[in-house]
């Protein structure tokens, strides 16, 4: 790709679907990803329909978008264009938005995630996160480093990414080769004093699990 990896920026939408809308949503969302399509700037873009999140589980339809752009500018400029759209107001009025995040990977190497979501089987977890007020860096990286070497020795594990935002949510995904997997881990994980520590210094925005539609 063409693009500067320095300046790539992934947008993620984290959208339950009204219930009186369920029925016409697919049809609104589909018309306005054709419209996003054209947009200069977009490189990818993925759809996963949530089959988890906790501690309650979700009773309507719940959708992750995810959207890669070749920069925050380009975002900028397809957000101008887009938002007075028949096809955004459609889409956008059928939706309750849980979290809506523009986020840059952590770190040099490159993010392409369709590298790591490669098939219908695969499971992608997204947090959108951030460290409580009060709680320190040093406390935050020491809990985090302590869960997430955990969460990295598990098998089925992919790929894992951290993210961040101008607004200071802390964005991580995570890459799981199955459901099977993924359900494996989070019973592993759920009964450790390290995802509890973890947990208990993060104010938590959304979290969902979810698969390819």
């Known amino acids: 790709m063409d693009s500067d990896d320095t300046k790539r920026i992934y947008e993620i939408a ?45 009773r309507g ?31 956008f009025s059928k939706v309750n938005m849980r979290a809506f995040v523009q986020a840059r990977p952590v770190g040099d190497a490159p993010l392409l995630l369709e590298e790591h979501l490669t098939d219908p ?18 406390d935050y990286d020491a809990a985090y480093d302590a869960f997430f070497a955990l969460v990295d020795a598990q ?19 995570i890459v799981w080769e199955s459901r099977a997997a993924f359900t494996r881990a989070l019973g592993f994980l759920q009964g450790r004093r390290e995802m509890g520590d973890f ?8 979290y969902q699990a979810g698969q390819l539609t």
């Open 155 to 173: 098998p089925g594990l992919r790929h894992r990414r951290e993210l961040r935002d101008d607004a200071g949510d802390r964005i991580v995904l």
């Open 61 to 91: 339809t719940v959708l992750i978008g995810l959207t890669r752009w070749s920069s925050i500018e380009a975002f900028n400029r397809a957000a101008a264009t887009l938002q007075g759209t028949e096809a955004a107001q459609a889409v």
């Open 199 to 206: 947990f208990s210094m993060i104010d938590v925005q959304a």
């Open 14 to 58: 984290i959208q339950e679907v009204k219930s009186e809308h369920e029925a016409t949503y697919p049809e609104a969302r589909a018309a306005f990803l054709r419209l996003l399509a054209e947009q200069p700037g977009v490189e990818r873009d993925w759809t996963l329909r949530s089959f988890f999140t906790m501690p309650e589980p979700d």
């Open 121 to 138: 089987d695969s499971v992608l977890e997204v947090a959108v996160r951030r460290p409580k007020e009060g709680v320190s860096e040093e």
